[in-house]
């Protein structure tokens, strides 16, 4: 069971951890409203830091909105594109089950039901600020913000869920504060948690948080495995196949002309090995395009515009669909990115760069278990017939099935024995 001292310390645990305090680092570099807020909140004093994060918290939880009609039974919530491509694609196969779906958005801090609840959060101020002093005296700007958000969430939810017919809540992600915040209201009121992942990996290195949901619904053994390794014994999983569509491996051929090589990017990313890489896969000669798709986090990202405006055949990506890009991707080119099974399910050959970005060595583990093939040192022609040497073989299929449960399986079943656990879960008989 979630609760809420537990939530706020999962949050401390990931986002006072050095890689994340890394990625806040890039936020502040990349978003000049939030490096005016950290400056403000520098230049003050203990107190007034700890009233800006009880204001933060306010913003927080004025946020959330749900329809007015709360007779359904499941309700869906996520806060960023991974979480919301991965729910539209359960909520698509769950069309049977009665269902909602809350919204996050500084629109709906100024709506009427938000404005209603708003004595809510000023009477529980007092014990609120001294919350956030306690936060503000032990950690820095992002991650104070951060563990106090969990409490705002919470009061939030719990106000939103009183009354209705919901019998669970099916997120996305594990370990963010909104989500924790939903988690633990909604085993408050008795309903279940529903979890499924966003993204795929191994946990092969860093602090992992345990997941403590009804449910969950994972894309692969290498997630049930993690999952399984840092959680609560009993944790009951199902299988879910990805989102995106899948299509046989197509390598380029030696002579093909006219190839679109897709640099994915993650957050924490290298610039100068960015600016490298272009300049490398253009002198190829068999590469016509090369379109670098940034984070679907905008706050990450750093402004590229300078790479595309020399007039070469450069592009960026920006809040494409996923399946668009990989669509057109004749090869492509990642760092610590686990966009890489998506892009491997499409049928696209990956070159594992690790100088794209900071983040640790085979922080996914993919290149120590076979998965990807590493850039090579020189780009020379002969390399698509090491790619088709690695994607091609039969031991290569079995490492993919490990991180894609679906990969040449029949994902029809699993989607069937998905429904039936969670109505099982929903609606127990």
Not at 95 to 124: Q, W
Not at 372 to 392: C, I, M, S, T, W
Not at 401 to 414: A, N
């Given at each position: 069971m979630y609760s809420l001292l537990r939530a706020c310390n999962i949050v401390r645990s990931t986002d006072n951890s050095e890689g994340r305090l890394k990625v806040f680092g890039s936020v502040l570099g990349n978003s000049r409203k939030i490096r005016w807020a950290y400056k403000l909140y520098l230049l003050s004093p203990g107190p007034v830091k700890a009233a800006l994060v009880v204001v933060y918290g306010l913003k927080c939880y004025l946020s959330l909105a749900m329809p007015g009609d709360r007779k359904f039974c499941l309700l869906f919530f996520a806060s960023y594109p991974n979480e919301r491509n991965v729910l539209g694609h359960i909520r698509h196969n769950l069309d049977s089950i009665?269902?909602?779906?809350?919204?996050?958005?500084?629109?709906?801090?100024?709506?009427?039901?938000?404005?209603?609840?708003?004595?809510?959060?000023?009477?529980?101020?007092?014990?609120?600020?001294?919350?956030?002093?306690?936060?503000?005296?032990?950690?820095?700007?992002?991650?104070?913000?951060?563990?106090f958000s969990v409490?705002?969430?919470?009061?939030?939810?719990?106000?939103?869920?009183?009354?209705?017919?919901?019998?669970?809540?099916?997120?996305?992600?594990?370990?963010?504060?909104?989500?924790?915040?939903?988690?633990?209201?909604?085993?408050?009121?008795?309903?279940?948690?529903?979890?499924?992942?966003?993204?795929?990996?191994?946990?092969?290195?860093?602090?992992?948080?345990?997941?403590?949901?009804?449910?969950?619904?994972?894309?692969?053994?290498?997630?049930?495995?993690?999952?399984?390794?840092?959680?609560?014994?009993?944790?009951?999983?199902?299988?879910?196949?990805?989102?995106?569509?899948?299509?046989?491996?197509?390598?380029?051929?030696?002579?093909?002309?006219?190839?679109?090589a897709g640099i994915y990017l993650t957050a924490l990313t290298n610039e100068t090995r960015l600016r490298e890489l272009v300049?490398?896969?253009?002198?190829?000669?068999?590469?016509?395009?090369?379109?670098?798709?940034?984070?679907?986090a905008d706050v990450v990202n750093s402004d590229l515009s300078g790479i595309v405006a020399n007039g070469k055949p450069i592009e960026i990506s920006q809040h494409k669909p996923l399946s668009e890009d990989i669509e057109r991707t004749d090869l492509a080119i990642v760092g610590n990115s686990s966009v890489t099974i998506e892009l491997l399910r499409g049928g696209c050959p990956v070159l594992y760069d690790h100088r794209l970005d900071e983040i640790i060595y085979d922080y996914n583990g993919f290149e120590g278990r076979g998965l990807v093939l590493a850039f090579p040192a020189r780009l020379q022609k002969k390399f698509l017939d090491d790619v088709e040497a690695h994607y091609g073989s039969q031991a290569?299929?079995?490492?993919?099935?490990?991180?894609?449960?679906?990969?040449?399986?029949?994902?029809?079943?699993?989607?069937?024995?998905?429904?039936?656990?969670?109505?099982?879960?929903?609606?127990?008989?």
């Amino acid at each position: 069971m979630y609760s809420l001292l537990r939530a706020c310390n999962i949050v401390r645990s990931t986002d006072n951890s050095e890689g994340r305090l890394k990625v806040f680092g890039s936020v502040l570099g990349n978003s000049r409203k939030i490096r005016w807020a950290y400056k403000l909140y520098l230049l003050s004093p203990g107190p007034v830091k700890a009233a800006l994060v009880v204001v933060y918290g306010l913003k927080c939880y004025l946020s959330l909105a749900m329809p007015g009609d709360r007779k359904f039974c499941l309700l869906f919530f996520a806060s960023y594109p991974n979480e919301r491509n991965v729910l539209g694609h359960i909520r698509h196969n769950l069309d049977s089950i009665d269902h909602g779906e809350v919204t996050i958005s500084l629109r709906n801090c100024f709506k009427p039901d938000g404005l209603a609840d708003l004595m809510t959060y000023l009477a529980a101020s007092a014990r609120l600020y001294r919350y956030a002093f306690k936060l503000v005296r032990r950690y820095s700007f992002m991650p104070a913000c951060r563990i106090f958000s969990v409490v705002a969430y919470y009061m939030r939810f719990k106000r939103l869920l009183t009354e209705s017919n919901i019998k669970a809540v099916f997120i996305a992600n594990h370990y963010s504060p909104e989500c924790l915040g939903l988690a633990t209201a909604a085993h408050d009121g008795q309903m279940k948690v529903l979890l499924t992942n966003h993204a795929s990996g191994t946990g092969e290195t860093g602090y992992v948080a345990p997941v403590y949901a009804d449910l969950a619904a994972v894309t692969s053994q290498a997630m049930a495995d993690l999952y399984r390794k840092y959680s609560p014994k009993g944790l009951q999983i199902i299988r879910l196949p990805i989102a995106t569509p899948q299509k046989p491996m197509t390598i380029p051929a030696v002579g093909q002309r006219s190839l679109v090589a897709g640099i994915y990017l993650t957050a924490l990313t290298n610039e100068t090995r960015l600016r490298e890489l272009v300049a490398e896969l253009l002198k190829a000669g068999n590469i016509a395009t090369v379109f670098i798709r940034i984070h679907p986090a905008d706050v990450v990202n750093s402004d590229l515009s300078g790479i595309v405006a020399n007039g070469k055949p450069i592009e960026i990506s920006q809040h494409k669909p996923l399946s668009e890009d990989i669509e057109r991707t004749d090869l492509a080119i990642v760092g610590n990115s686990s966009v890489t099974i998506e892009l491997l399910r499409g049928g696209c050959p990956v070159l594992y760069d690790h100088r794209l970005d900071e983040i640790i060595y085979d922080y996914n583990g993919f290149e120590g278990r076979g998965l990807v093939l590493a850039f090579p040192a020189r780009l020379q022609k002969k390399f698509l017939d090491d790619v088709e040497a690695h994607y091609g073989s039969q031991a290569w299929i079995e490492t993919m099935r490990y991180f894609d449960w679906g990969y040449q399986r029949d994902e029809k079943t699993m989607l069937r024995d998905f429904k039936s656990a969670v109505l099982r879960t929903v609606a127990p008989s």
